[in-house]
DNA sequence: TCCCAGACGCAAATGAATTGCATTTGCATC
DNA sequence: GATGCAAATGCAATTCATTTGCGTCTGGGA
């Protein structure tokens, strides 16, 4: 583990510590239960309590370090490392694969001239269908 | 309430005319809790077990009835009957207001192509930012 | 009208997430 | 290196949305 940029007059507790390197090497978002689980086998035995987590994740969403997201359907939110970067998803409607997105169709669109009421500084976009397994057509947009 | 098409063997009862009443005149998606209520107050007094109202809409929704959502951040569900169209909100990260889109940045652009593998029959568009009221930019996309 | 699968009511169960409070621990300071 | 204290944690209890088991009720076809 390195050194980083951590922020104002937070302890880089060994619990942090573990939360974000288990997010860093995250594939993809993580569950709160999901880390919990990873941090407590990654230490061998029990090292964490489960709220925590719950709070650890609070405060570096709150930082901005990680984004909380909820995938469409499902009740539990994820986490994911907030690199910059954002990914959009095609989510098969019969066996639920995330097919993670090449490119954001707005890379090159300004969504900002969609409402002058507002400033957009960030979207979300998840597209639904089905996969080349699963493909069956059936609903309309 | 009016005849209407109402599927296969599924009992017509009070309980989901109720319901399905209630989201007809709704101008929005409305949580089960909320729902609930309103089937309480309409009916004068209690008349509903709230997991009823659970049950009527996972009904619902496997028929195609009503659509599930639930809006990033929160936690609770929310249910609209399914009116083909779909809306897309501009939410303000401050003070959590949901403005609805006039209409959708994909209305003329085929998603279709994103990906080759994925048949896209619908999708999900949500854009983050600051309404008027509450501006202040901060982050990037 | 009768019948019964499908619906419902109720109360208990789940499960994610939060919170109160006593205890511990980074870490700035001495 | 020792000290002090606000910040962080552990734990257990709590909240709140949603689900489920089971006995009872009822819409609607025969």
Same mark, same amino acid.
């Given at each position: 583990m390195d050194e980083?940029?951590?922020?104002q007059g937070l302890k880089? %507790?060994?619990? *942090?510590?573990?939360?974000?390197?288990?997010?860093?090497?995250?594939? /993809?978002?993580?569950?709160?239960?999901?880390?919990?689980?990873l941090a407590e086998q990654e230490a061998g035995g029990k090292d964490f309590a489960?709220? %925590?987590?719950? *709070?650890?994740l609070a405060v570096f969403e709150e930082l901005?370090?990680? /984004?909380?997201?909820?995938?469409m359907g499902e009740d539990t939110a994820v986490y994911a490392l907030n690199r910059g970067r954002h990914t959009h998803y095609a989510v098969c409607l019969q066996c639920?694969?995330?097919?993670?997105?090449?490119?954001?169709p707005f890379a090159h669109?300004?969504?900002?001239?969609e409402t002058e009421d507002f400033t957009v500084v960030s979207h979300k976009l998840e597209l639904y269908g089905y996969c080349r397994e699963c493909r069956e057509p059936e609903r309309e947009v």
């Open positions: 980083m940029e951590y922020p880089w %507790t060994r619990q *942090r510590k573990s939360v974000y390197n288990i997010l860093r090497n995250a594939e /993809e978002p993580l569950s709160a239960a999901r880390i919990y689980h489960p709220s %925590t987590v719950y *709070r650890i901005g370090l990680v /984004e909380k997201t909820t995938w639920h694969k995330r097919i993670p997105l090449q490119k954001c669109i300004h969504l900002e001239r």
